[in-house]
């Protein structure tokens, strides 16, 4: 029933609050998705998808976060044909951090000279918020080379 009444809002363009939240959710550029207790996927947003190399078209809602890390990493080392996501360094070190959602920060660094944030927090429900975001390199954004320049700057004056 309560879908119904969210749906003729939705129409009337009478928006509810919760509608106008998973909207602002979905223009953000940091990665987001709620697992229930059970550590399947209630919600996520498309930078979540981005992400984790999850086609549009695809049904998302209720896999485990394993199975998405798993099939996302096996995209990223699609050229090390014998490689198994399962016994992957990377992938351990984030599933345990997701397991134990203390709301601390895992910075992992990458390749081309940036790094992934990652950070999972436990509702009081059982349910886990966890949230990705990429982070370029120096040289790769106006942002960090100005930050990297006032550091610089700042080392010469003392």
């Known amino acids: 029933m309560a879908w119904i009444k969210s749906f003729v809002s939705f129409l009337t363009g009478r928006r509810t ?8 959710l979905e223009g953000l550029p940091e990665a987001m998705a709620l697992f229930d207790s059970n550590d399947r996927l209630i919600y996520c947003n ?16 209720g896999r485990s976060f394993p199975a998405i890390l798993y099939t996302s990493r096996l ?12 016994g992957d360094e990377m992938c351990d070190r984030i599933l345990g951090y997701h397991c134990a959602a203390n709301g601390e920060t895992l910075v992992l660094p990458r390749h081309d000279g940036g790094r992934t944030e990652f950070r999972a927090l436990r509702t009081k429900e059982g349910c886990t918020l966890t949230t990705r975001l990429e982070i370029p390199g120096v040289g790769h954004s106006y ?6 320049f006032q550091s610089v700057y700042m080392a010469r004056k003392m």
């Open 17 to 24: 609050p919760s509608y106008r939240l998973a909207e602002a």
């Open 46 to 61: 498309e930078a979540f998808r981005r992400a984790y190399h999850i086609p549009s078209d695809a049904r998302a809602r």
């Open 75 to 86: 995209f990223e080392i699609a050229e090390e044909p014998l490689r198994d996501p399962r």
């Open 143 to 148: 942002d960090e080379r100005v930050v990297d």
